[in-house]
């Protein structure tokens, strides 16, 4: 059995650092720093998993490039009208290989929701990620997240 090379720690760390910030700019509502943390050519899906063990193409939300990501933002601070909401994300069980000059990374989240003082289970999943040095950053090439739940509460108004 030959050993799929080894992930330094400060490659890890970078990793996970890059997560943490994801995390961080989506729970604090900063979403205009969002699309910076992808790639100019980048892809972003949200789809359910019955769509993605099936190879099927249908996905809930669907983006190809930073400026699309950049359009969602506008969007949803200038044209959805909802109730607000906040949002806290865990990522965890990273599962990263080195593919290239890229890495492959699949991660569980959970995302809790909170609504009039109330928080509920909001969407439950896994990332399928490719992440690649941009310049001197480390961003996402692409974010395909695959919720288990059949739906997602009422609509789906931020990036997961």
Do not use: Q
């Not at 900063?30 to 899906?45: G, I």
């Not at 099927?56 to 044209?79: C, H, I, K, Q």
């Not at 941009?134 to 996402?140: H, Q, S, V």
């Amino acid at each position: 059995m030959i050993a799929a090379p080894r992930l330094g720690v400060e490659e890890r760390f970078a990793i996970e650092d890059l997560y943490a910030a994801y995390v961080d700019v989506l729970d604090g509502g900063r979403y205009d720093e969002w699309p910076h943390l992808f790639f100019e050519d980048c892809v972003y899906r949200i789809l359910p998993r019955e769509n993605w063990e099936r190879r099927l193409p249908l996905a809930t939300l669907s983006f190809e490039s930073r400026g699309m990501l950049v359009d969602r933002v506008y969007a949803v601070r200038e044209t959805l009208f909802h109730e607000p909401y906040t949002m806290r994300h865990t990522v965890s069980n990273y599962k990263i290989a080195l593919d290239g000059d890229a890495y492959r990374v699949e991660a569980n989240y959970v995302v809790l929701r909170t609504k009039r003082g109330i928080s509920e289970l909001y969407s439950v999943g896994r990332y399928y990620d490719v992440l690649a040095i941009d310049g001197d950053e480390l961003r996402f090439r692409e974010k395909v997240a695959v919720f288990d739940n059949e739906l997602i509460p009422n609509s789906l108004i931020y990036p997961l």
